[in-house]
């Protein structure tokens, strides 16, 4: 059902906007199989839409593995980055929804990515031309599931959250948008259907969002 007050889309970024959760996934499987680590389900549920702090906090909490943590770090994105120059793209529907989108409503990037990895894959598909606004976890102290991130995109646009729809495919990004005010949209594919419930709407494909605004 279209509402006519809308007058912004914020997007997250991983498995929404770029098909990047599989080559997370990936990258943190085989550098954390080199220290004898191996999630389950529950780790990766958790893990999903969380900041690169929340992320090594788990796992050394959880695990602590014998090696720095700093340098735990570097592997890792050293490792994700050749993977993203590899076989990073926009997830199926995004480019042509975009088009639609652009000619009615402000569009936001609202990560939980810090700058430098957002800077990275800046330089491999142009993903900042695709906005009028990017937040990344430098430009809020508290990150999702709080609503701070999805709250300064509002601010920064002059909005409402009822002038405002989020599109989320992780748990805390459901949260943070809910908490904020904002209506919510839950991309199917991260995660199953059933843990997507909290959202507004729940599509399986980006085309469907005409549907909706």
Known sequence: ?????????????????????????????????????????????FVKGCTEKQFYDHVYLKYNPQ???????????????????????????????HLYLKKKFKLALVTSTGPELVSHIDKLLDIRNNFNLVITSLDTQAHKPSPDPYI???NSFGLLPNQCIVVEDSIQGIKSGKAAGCRVIALEGSLEKDLLVDADYIISNLYEMQKIV
């Open 1 to 45: 059902m279209k509402n006519n007050s809308i007058k912004a889309i914020l997007f997250d970024m991983d498995g929404v906007v770029i098909d990047s959760e599989k080559l997370y996934s990936q990258s943190e499987t085989n550098v954390l199989s080199n220290y004898g680590i191996k999630f389950d389900d529950s780790d990766w549920q």
């Open 152 to 154: 300064k995109a509002m």
């Open 67 to 97: 090696v720095p943590r700093k340098e735990l770090i570097i592997e890792c994105r050293e490792f994700l980055k050749k993977l993203f120059s590899k076989k990073l793209e926009y997830m199926e529907g995004f480019k042509e929804i």
